[in-house]
């Protein structure tokens, strides 16, 4: 075990990653019916953008993630519950816990915590009335 390091201990770990979300069999079908295949080695630099950005305060990403899930809810009819954001988290900490410790490896997994509350209330938020009610 060693500690996230650089941006190259971020892109093995994004890479390992979205590996596992691309095969669970909730997530799986969503991020593959979003990103077209010859659109993954580019999603997969700015998500390590992303992380390099949150981890070490490197203003490398550009983009607006809470736009794209509100987009990808809207394309599902309104279907992403909290369960996909636990899904994501648990796979989050494992690939975590299977390449890295210490003390970024640990602001990764809090960072991502709150990005999962926080993007799910954002999409909640941006429902429409008639889809809360249920």
Do not use: C
């Amino acid at each position: 075990m060693k500690p996230i390091e650089n941006r190259k201990d971020i892109n093995v770990l994004v890479n390992a990653f979205y590996a596992k979300i691309r095969k669970d069999e909730v997530l799986g079908p969503i991020f593959n019916g979003h990103i077209e295949e010859e659109r993954w080695p580019e999603h997969l630099e700015k998500l390590t953008d992303f992380w390099e950005t949150n981890l070490f305060g490197i203003a490398k990403f550009k983009g607006n993630p809470t736009l794209k899930h509100i987009n990808v809810d809207k394309n599902l009819n309104h279907t992403v519950e909290q369960k996909h954001f636990g899904i994501w988290l648990q796979l989050w900490f494992e690939t975590i816990d299977e390449l890295y410790n210490g003390e970024l490896a640990d602001k990764a997994k809090e960072s991502a915590r709150r990005m999962a509350h926080f993007q799910f209330m954002a999409i909640w938020n941006k429902r429409p009335e008639a889809v809360k009610e249920g």
